[in-house]
């Protein structure tokens, strides 16, 4: 079975903050990849990054970041110096090959900058 | 855009109606997919497809039913929609012979009243 857990259901942080959403995945699969997409109040899902159970590596794009870590089973996702254009709900997502990699999603995150 | 439409954005129907919601794409995408979106469940998967007549039930299928005639063309159906099928739908493709993520079309609110 795999799933996802967002601890946090509301974040509420005031312009130019750092924000870190939290997400913690099971899996008994070697093989699988986490996403994480935004949904910003107009509603349409936005892409923003996936990773393969190979890749630790870290990432950095523009603001955002993201933390790989296989040992806590966590693959967190950070806003640096936040913006109200960031307001939105973030989900984390895992496929895995074992379920023919279809996506299963956590509850969502609702993040909102206040300006 | 990933080229995925569905039809209609917004309906509004009586409990016990059927209705069909239409996912269309220009992708040419071998796989899709039928999420709904709730509140405290994230997106849950009802029903996907891996080709032209090939369907396959996810996690919250009951009530539900598919089809796909064409690449294109994803329709999901409700034979008798209920107060609990009120809900935010999704419709998302991808080319998974590349190994490329999903991308979701605009979804469609459904309320049934």
């Known amino acids: 079975a795999q799933k996802v857990t967002q601890a946090q259901t509301e974040i509420s942080v005031v312009e130019k903050e750092d924000v870190t959403l939290d997400c913690v995945y099971e899996?008994?699969?070697?093989?699988?990849?986490l996403f994480w997409y935004k949904q910003p109040p107009s509603g349409e899902l936005v892409f923003l990054i996936r990773r393969n159970s190979f890749d630790e590596q870290n990432e950095i794009s523009g603001r955002y970041s993201w933390n790989f870590q296989k040992s806590t089973s966590s693959f967190n996702f950070t806003i640096t110096a936040s913006q109200v254009v960031d307001s939105a709900v973030y989900f984390c997502?895992?496929?895995?090959?074992?379920?023919?990699?279809?996506?299963?999603f956590g509850a969502g995150t609702t993040v909102t900058v206040r300006a | 855009d990933a080229g995925i439409t569905q039809s209609p954005r917004h309906k509004v129907t009586e409990t016990g109606t059927p209705v069909t919601l239409r996912c269309h794409q220009t992708?040419?995408?071998?796989?899709m997919y039928w999420y709904r979106q709730d509140p405290g469940h994230g997106l849950r998967l009802i029903h996907y497809?891996?080709?032209?007549?090939?369907?396959d039930k996810g996690e919250v299928s009951d009530g539900y039913s598919v089809s796909r005639s064409k690449t294109e063309d994803f329709l999901l159906t409700l034979e008798s929609a209920t107060s609990s099928q009120t809900s935010v739908y999704f419709c998302a493709i991808s080319d998974r012979d590349t190994n490329s993520p999903l991308h979701f079309g605009n979804g469609t609110r459904l309320t049934v009243t």
């Open positions: 497809s891996y080709g032209v007549k090939d369907t």
């Open positions: 992708e040419n995408h071998r796989y």
């Open positions: 899996t008994r699969d070697t093989t699988y990849y």
């Open positions: 997502a895992l496929s895995v090959a074992s379920n023919d990699y279809k996506l299963s």
